[in-house]
Every structure is written in C-alpha cells, then in structure tokens.
C-alpha cells in the first residue's frame, strides 16, 4: 500500500472550515484514499473515501487533484467536537480481500473556541 | 451502521497471567477480523489478521504464541495476551471487515499489567 504524508498538527477555530492534507504521490492506480478519524480513547471513526473524483458526505468533503498524488479532507464547519487525530490512508479498492488498512502518522487537529 | 464491539472496555492484570479480550461484529458477518495496538502518543499498529476458520496472519516483530488469535466464528474474534508483561499494556483495538470489504472499528480495550 502507497505511504501518505500529513502534517502532525494543525489548529481550526471553531465554526470555520478545517482543511486537512494529505500527500500520497505513490498511490496506485487502484487504490483508493480513505480518511479515518480519532477521537482520544476511542476507535477510530470512518469518515470518507474516494478513488478520484472528489466526494461529499454528512460529515465532510474529500477533495482529491486530478493527478492522484495528493487529497484533502475538508470538515466545513468545524465544531469542538471534531478535535481528534485525522489519518488519510491508501488501499487496494473495496472488494479486494487484500486490502488492509495501515495508519501512518496522522494529523492532529485541534478546534479552538 | 455497522457496530464492532470490545469486550472488556478496560482492564487491569497481574504480570504474568493472560488476558482474553473479545471482538464481535454485532450486526454484520465479518469473515476477517483485524487487530491493533495502539501505545500512548502513537499510531494504531496492525498486529495480525483474522479470517473465521483459519489460522491468525501475524504482522512482522508480532509473537504468534504471545497474542493468540481464535476466530470461531463469523461474528467473533478473540485476542489472549499470554504471560502478560508490562510492557504489553497498551490500547487493544479490533476492526472488523464487513461482505462489501469496508472496515469497522470497536471501541478499543484498554490494558493494564501491574
């Protein structure tokens, strides 16, 4: 599975828009980005995924370039409750049994009031 | 949505005895089960992988005979931390793989050897 870079930490005031990056300039052609989040003490939480067009949810909206190699996860309206680690991961597409999710680093975001 | 849950949420050990912790899928069949362990301050770490039936698949540097994977069935996996050490407390997390291939995560089970 390709390797993703994300920035350890970012801050967010509460009610704007938190963007989130993620670098995966080796991503495979049949691997799709996925975003997890946690939320301290907890499992983490499925958010979004994507192959290449961009796509939106209830919870967030995951932009991803046209050339694959990097993506960001935007939380339009970020509330305290988003503060929580954010982890963008690769795989092998849905339907592949061998996909298996590995977590890099990810970033750590803060919600401030 | 599809739930994992963690059984138990927490708990607290004496070195050297083993500590089963549970992983079921309670509203889905989960042909594969994953298991992590996550250290303060650091990334979940893939430990091995589950498939109901079969023989647990075990990450590199991860002892097979210490972390004793069973999964019995299509809803639950097992984890046994054997002769647990101190070292070995840590956040257990289980996931679960669903029939469309997603995964899902339980709540984690926090370990505490003394």
């Known amino acids: 599975d390709a390797k993703t870079t994300q920035p350890p930490s970012m801050d967010c005031a509460e009610g704007r828009a938190a963007n989130l990056p993620c670098n995966h300039s080796?991503?495979?052609?049949?691997?799709?980005v996925y975003w997890y989040r946690q939320i301290h003490s907890q499992g983490p939480q499925y958010i979004i995924h994507?192959?290449?067009n961009n796509e939106t949810n209830e919870m967030a909206s995951l932009i991803i370039t046209e050339d694959r190699k990097s993506s960001t996860l935007i939380l339009p309206h970020a509330t305290l409750r988003d503060t929580a680690v954010y982890y963008c991961?690769?795989?092998?597409?849905?339907?592949?049994?061998?996909?298996?999710?590995?977590f890099g680093q990810g970033t750590e975001l803060s919600v401030k009031p | 949505g599809a739930v994992v849950s963690q059984h138990p949420s927490w708990v607290i050990c004496k070195s050297g005895t083993s500590v089963k912790i549970e992983c079921r899928s309670l509203?889905?069949?989960?042909?594969?089960m994953f298991w992590y362990r996550q250290f303060p301050k650091q990334s979940l770490m893939l430990m091995a992988t589950?498939?109901?039936?079969?023989?647990?698949?075990?990450e590199q540097g991860v002892e097979k005979d210490k972390f004793l994977i069973n999964h019995a069935s299509l809803t639950l996996s097992t984890l046994t931390v054997t002769s647990a050490h101190p070292e070995d407390s840590s956040f257990y997390i289980c996931?679960?793989?669903?029939?469309?291939?997603?995964?899902?995560f339980g709540p984690g089970t926090r370990l505490t050897v003394l």
């Open positions: 991961i690769v795989r092998v597409a849905p339907g592949n049994q061998g996909g298996k999710l590995i």
């Open positions: 509203d889905f069949q989960a042909t594969t």
């Open positions: 080796t991503i495979s052609g049949n691997e799709y």
């Open positions: 589950s498939n109901e039936g079969s023989k647990a698949t075990y």
């Open positions: 994507g192959l290449k």
């Open positions: 996931s679960a793989r669903d029939l469309e291939n997603e995964q899902f």
